[in-house]
């Protein structure tokens, strides 16, 4: 697809258009990826960031939030409760950190995660900018999966959302993408959908820098207002989060799911948490637009209201879904969930194989300005 046809695609308006859309985004995830959907228990083992993103409510300088960090013991029950579900994957989440105790620390996490059911659990990690070093450590000791949202793929609007303080660079995360490709993860990126100053040029760029880098699994949500972050206050101030807004961004999430089907066909993409807060069905609408991933929240109840990257996020109050709720909310959207299957992204083995059959020097890395 053009530029063109992706935003024509994503300006659809009509309730019928839209739905023919969603529907056809269906049918290209059942004929390529099947109609199952996969499991990813997301586990949220810190909180402690030192990034200060202007939209994430956990940023560095939020004093509000608590900090916490999980007990080994306990996120090592959590991933024992997925394993005994059926989740087949186990996804761990932190703020961004870069000291060598936690990265020693999640090293032999991942090894202890690694001897359940011999090596039965999936491990996808989503712990930010790391060194090509630590990306191998991680590698080595188990994790296969690694989710880094490049946000938006514009330079430009990246800078809008974050500080200038040399700790947020476009040049860096993506790099970070390229050295993750490099040392053998399937990799997922994504961006946020809809906050103030995005235009529907700047989300058909997003996928088609998704299609350019080969990537192998998509995470987008839209954005959601957190009130202590620099971006919520001068969104509230300018009155720019009314019901009506709030549902343009749900809706403008959902169309670039289904849109990302159609143009990506084979990838993994995930139906996420951010949409469940605009919405009560937001997850299910996720299905119903060509997603085949659900990544349910299995932190530690303790800490799940301080892991607040946004507002209404439903995983504070709620409890963890059971399989049977999950199968029932697969079969809304004429899917089914496959327990005790990896799922991974058919992307990936294409992209790997392709990679084999070239040069290894084929690997761009981005050299920093
Ligand atoms: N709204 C929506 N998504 C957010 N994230 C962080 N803050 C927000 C917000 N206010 C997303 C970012 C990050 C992921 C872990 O959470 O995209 O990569
Ligand atoms: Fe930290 Fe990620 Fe939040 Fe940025 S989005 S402040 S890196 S947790």
């Known amino acids: 697809m053009t530029k063109n046809e992706l935003i024509y695609l994503l300006s659809l308006e009509k309730d019928e258009n839209i739905k023919e859309l969603f529907n056809a985004a269906s049918a290209v995830r059942n004929s390529f990826t099947g109609n199952g959907i996969y ?40 991933a024992k409760w997925c394993y005994e579900n059926g989740y087949a994957s186990f996804t761990i989440q932190s703020g961004e950190r870069t000291d060598e105790n936690f990265i020693s620390r999640t090293e032999e996490l991942l090894k202890e995660i ?20 630590t ?19 514009n330079p430009e609007i990246y800078a809008q959302l974050h500080p200038n303080d040399g700790l947020h660079k476009w040049d860096i995360r993506y790099n ?31 996928l088609l820098f998704f299609a350019r880098e080969k990537i192998d699994m998509i995470g987008m949500g839209p954005y959601v207002l957190h009130p202590d972050t620099p971006l919520g206050k001068k969104v509230l101030d300018n009155k ?8 343009k961004r749900l ?50 109840v303790n800490h799940r209201e301080n892991y607040s990257l946004y507002e209404n996020k439903k995983s504070a109050n709620n409890c963890t879904p059971t399989p ?29 194989k392709n990679e084999a059959d070239n040069s290894p020097s084929k690997f761009r890395l981005f050299k920093e300005k």
């Open 39 to 78: 499991l990813r228990g997301l586990s949220e083992i810190s909180n402690r960031c030192r990034k200060n993103c202007l939209y994430c409510g956990i940023r560095r300088d939020n004093l509000k939030t608590p900090r916490f960090d999980t007990d080994t013991k306990e996120i090592i029950a959590e």
């Open 114 to 133: 690694k001897k359940i059911g011999n090596g039965a659990l999936g491990i996808t990690l989503s712990c930010g900018e790391q060194t090509e070093e």
């Open 135 to 153: 990306y191998k450590r991680w590698f080595d000791a188990g994790a296969h999966r690694y989710l880094l949202r490049i946000e938006s793929s």
């Open 176 to 206: 970070c993408l390229k050295l993750l490709q490099k040392t053998g993860y399937q990799v997922g990126t994504g961006v946020m959908i809809g906050f103030p100053g995005q235009s529907v040029e700047n989300l058909a760029d997003d």
């Open 240 to 247: 720019e989060n009314t019901a009506a807004q709030k549902e």
């Open 251 to 300: 809706l403008m999430a959902l169309k670039m799911i289904a849109v990302c089907r159609l143009l990506l066909k084979d990838v993994n993409i995930a139906s996420t948490t951010a949409l469940q807060a605009l919405h009560p069905q937001g997850q299910l609408l996720g299905l119903r637009a060509g997603a085949n991933i659900l990544m349910p929240v299995v932190t530690d």
């Open 324 to 352: 049977e709720d999950l199968q029932k909310l697969a079969e809304n959207a004429a899917c089914s969930i496959k327990f005790n299957q990896w799922g991974d992204s058919p992307a990936f083995f294409k992209r790997r």
